[in-house]
């Protein structure tokens, strides 16, 4: 019933709501504004007065534009650059720069180290997920380059620590990103993790293996680690959220023979300062058929100082176990408002194991009784922009570490007002949605209503479907006990290193015959007998299908994406044959390099005069005889006799294209070695890029100076990219990579699209390889391309609705994020076998219905019900002016 779903959705509020979110704890922490002041940055050396750590503050050239260590640095230097952030922080995010000082510099830091501290005394490495401690710096003395931190620390003090294998002399500019983490957890203590070996399944391992602290006797003291990293484990403990970990990477987990036979966990917890506590959050894995529950009571001991003993007095709190659903979940633990510094917690097992993944705490102030929490706190991002409003009003903001600037109760009175009658009216909000959806899927056929009501109620509603759309997920994980399994489903599509061909896969497809191959082409060529369609004869009927053979090989000699077109004569191919003019090598200057290929690289470069040199009709803007940024392929001197013949192919397809929405072949170095091509390149880089820095505009990003996008830029877009498909399936042309990385934008938001992504380093986890083959991107491919090789502009649009997916997640999150790769390939299996259980990408929250309805036409099963871009293009163009 709405009242059910009402109760529903203000649990999942008031629990979504208490805990930290990274992907969203984004914000810059003052370097480059000045909200760090000059004396809370330092440096153990500084060269000059003009160069001291006061300069490193990103996009800044005060002074002589950036801290520059004293002398060359050598390899085993360790000097460094620290800044005091004032308070404990959540840090997600660094940027750096080198020393640019308006043309006048060119040192920077090719890699650094980042150490922290939380109290200015005991300080800790930073390493990734993977144990690496460096980080990639900087190619060039202006570019700035982001790094995530995988995982992210919690600290108050930070040290860069330039990194280099050689002397040389080194600057930089550095910006930190994060959000205040208003926990206060500076410790915990608990057993370590344990192994754990069922039969039938893969080892989980549940170490807390980021752990920053001591291990010592089978415990962990005096550090945080996975408990407090944000990252919430999954309902199946064996899935993991990050790439490339082993499985149970998110649980710390603890077996309870193994602790003898006391039958609980002890943890300590120890804060910054004493508060008093309303709550403890903790977030259990609860999958009871392999011997996982939350646990069936806590009780709680207080310590309101360091050196003090505990209080004798407890809190008991025990569970409301739950054998029916098998969901992960938050338990919360009320906490009384007892004051203390220092807790100490005893789970109690409920069944062989316990697992958790995340612990939070909800408190108040000891000196003015004020909550920090409450059950409707809010998420890291609103309330650093709702602080940041505030400010801007030229209201007071109270900092945590003052117990002075604490304001009265009743200066919170007005907030949490403000914030219950937010959360009421986005919950009528949802409720009219709920109706309005289930008012149109009356309408829509049945088939049309199943998918529909399904994608868009999951991600407008979570609660609603999700254990419905858990149990699916589940089982087409094969999660579930093989005594249970579906006999006619089985994992016959994992990718093994053997895998050379289309053929080999078909193989281990018995459905997968003639007939079934024709069914699924809908259509032939005039040839009356369609069940002889064989995958390579297969052609949508606007867009004829060319055997492999005669398609150009999917990635480029330079590493990039090579369009599918008729094949090419290449052993006629002359300097006549190419209509692009011979620039002079020597005007063009190597910037940074974007990507390399098995024979060829991708550079960004600077060309001197080149607007001058192409004339009139010119595609690039006049400079004034400024130098303009162009993507530059070359063709490395080891390059074969066929990697030439293609590059020069390459050529000649890249010189038929002209479109406002299509990268531009400008020029040509082809009289003397080493072949080059020049192409566009755009200011603002790649879609992808640019959509995941923003969020969606509204007040608060207009009154913080966020960067944003509208709704209305996000739709513009989208026509662009249909319009430049569009005039790519008039040629005839397959693009095959369609994607947000391989579409370029200039500052007046127009799109060109590219081909340079999968060349790219940056987004090598967006491609699958295969022993023998070039790399795939198979997020983006339709099911027939990753069965049959078979690519169509049918599939490009397939590719063009994952496309504007990504436009409208504002490409926050990878496509099937929740799925491996192998994964992704065996959801292609259902959609050949089209029995219902194949999985859909959601509807994400902004985009309008009708949109999603066109996404998921671009993705259906039979080639022949897909839109063409011509359709497409004709669909989307009325939305941009509404």
Known sequence: TIMHLFLLLILQATAAFGQIDPAHCRYALGMEDGRIKDDDITASSQWYETTGPQYARLNREEGDGAWCPEGQLEPSDSQYLQVDLGRLTFLTVVGTQGRYARNSGNEFARAYRLNYSRDGLLWKSWRNRLGNTVMEGNKNAYASVINDLHPPVITRYVRLIPVTKLSTTVCMRVELYGCPWDDGLITYSAPEGQLMMPPGYPIASLNDSTYDGVHERRRLFGGLGQLTDGVIGLDDFLLTRQYH????????????????????????????????????????????????????????????????????????????????NPSARYVTVPLNRRAAKSLRCRFYFADVWMMFSEISFQSGNTHTHTHTHTSFTF???????????????????????????????????????????????????????????????????????????????????????SYRTMTTLTSFRGTQSPANADPHYERVFLLDPQYQNPAVLRNKLPELSQSAEASACGGGYAEPDVTQCTPHQCFHSNAPHYAETDIVRLQGVTGSNMYAVPALTVDSLTRKDISAAEFPRQQLIFREKLGEGQFGEVHLCEAEGLPEFLGEGSPLPDRDGHSVLVAVKQLRADATSQARNDFLKEIKIMSRLNDPNIIRLLCVCVSSDPLCMVTEYMENGDLNMFLSQREIESTLTHANNIPSVSLSDLLHMSVQISSGMKYLASLNFVHRDLATRNCLLDRRLTIKIADFGMSRNLYSSDYYRIQGRAVLPIRWMAWESILLGKFTTASDVWAFGVTLWEIFTLCKEQPYSLLSDEQVIENTGEFFRNQGRQIFLYAPPLCPPSLFELMMRCWSRDIPNRPSFEGLYQALRPHVNQ
């Open 245 to 324: 970990v082993w499985p149970g990477y998110d649980y710390l987990g603890w077996r309870n023979d193994s602790l003898g036979t006391q039958g609980y966990v002890e943890m300590e917890f120890v804060f910054d300062r004493q508060r008093n506590f309303t709550s403890m959050k903790v977030h259990s894995n609860n999958m009871f058929a392999r011997g996982v529950k939350i646990f069936s009571s806590v009780t709680c001991w207080f310590k309101p100082r360091l050196i003090a003993g505990w209080e004798a007095e407890s809190v008991v709190f025990k569970t409301v176990l739950d054998d029916r």
């Open 379 to 465: 998420l890291p991002k609103q309330k650093n922009e709702i602080t940041s409003y505030l400010s801007l009003r030229g209201h007071h903001t109270p900092d945590p570490d003052d117990p002075a600037s604490d304001p009265p109760d009743d200066g919170n009175t007005p907030i949490l007002i403000g914030c219950l009658v937010t959360i009421i009216l986005l919950l009528v909000i949802i409720i009219f949605l709920i109706l309005w959806c289930q008012y149109v899927c009356k309408v829509l056929e049945k088939v049309r209503r199943k998918r529909v009501l399904l994608r868009f109620s999951v991600r407008v509603l979570v609660l609603v479907l």
